[in-house]
């Protein structure tokens, strides 16, 4: 059995790994941490987070594109590697994600950057509804 791996034309790589930046992006802002007794720098991070979500449509769309071309590419070998025509369906699908993995672990992470990034930015809206609840509560005790 050959032992082909499954590769991105050169424009396709570097889609990949602009992908791949971009969700490090999201990832390294997520893990930064906001001071929750300032409001106006949750108001400040609000506003990034959600440029970053406005992002996050081509993130998906980036990493499903690239993991449907690699399905293809592993399609393509299995079909021209004959000693798979009589494999197993588990063996063979075994093989296919093993061919795959790469990709989907792409589209896996980017799935779940968007889905932290979501949780976020609803966080960060319910810290500032708090304060402002606050401040009311304050303005209508004086």
Aim: no cysteine; glycine share 4%; proline share 1%.
């Amino acid at each position: 059995m050959k032992t082909t791996e499954v590769t991105l034309t050169q424009a396709q790589e570097a889609f990949y790994k602009k992908i791949l930046n971009q969700v490090k992006i999201v990832e390294e802002a997520l893990a930064k941490p906001i001071s929750v007794n300032d409001p106006e720098a949750l108001v400040i991070e609000l506003g990034h987070r959600l440029e970053r979500l406005a992002d996050s449509a081509e993130l998906l769309a980036g990493a499903t594109l690239v993991y449907d071309y690699a399905k293809g590419k592993v399609a393509i070998l299995v079909l021209e590697e004959a000693s798979l025509t009589g494999a197993k369906q588990d063996i063979l699908k075994l093989y296919i994600q093993g061919k795959l993995a790469k990709y989907n672990a792409l589209y896996v992470r980017v799935e779940a950057a968007v889905k932290d990034l979501r949780n976020s930015i609803d966080g960060i809206r319910s810290l500032l509804s708090y304060e402002r609840e606050l401040v009311r509560n304050n303005v209508n005790q004086l």
